[in-house]
């Protein structure tokens, strides 16, 4: 079966939200449900997956034509992205337990 036959059996036949695997990890096609007057459709998703292949977030970044895929390319390889990524992770908190807010002292400026 060719793609574009694979493709449009997965519009007509699929359910809504339902997302399919492709051959390329972290690369997922999804159905999405008729809204506002337009028909269902299909978008490209890109989410990350883990050790099984599965998607590790709720939603990926979607796109619906090759306008949005080559705009998402430039602001992906864009230069001070890697910059602003490494200095996020550098004042993000470490992943642990969370603190009620009982347990937090109270934030005080000192004037």
């Given amino acids: 079966m060719s793609l574009e036959e694979s493709l449009a059996e997965f519009l007509e036949d699929g359910d809504d939200w339902e997302r399919k695997k ?38 990926g ?9 080559k705009k998402f390319r430039e602001m ?6 890697d910059g602003a990524m490494e200095t996020i992770m550098e004042v993000n908190p470490e992943k642990g337990k969370k603190k009620r807010p009982e347990e937090e002292e109270e934030d005080v400026i000192e004037i």
């Fill in 76 to 81: 992906i390889s864009e230069e001070g992205l």
């Fill in 61 to 69: 970044l979607m796109m619906f034509n090759a306008g949005e895929l």
């Fill in 22 to 59: 492709t051959s390329v990890d972290g690369v997922f096609i999804l159905k999405l449900p008729e809204y506002k007057g337009s028909p269902p459709r299909l978008a490209i998703e890109l989410n990350p997956t883990d050790s099984s292949g599965n998607p590790t977030k709720k939603r």
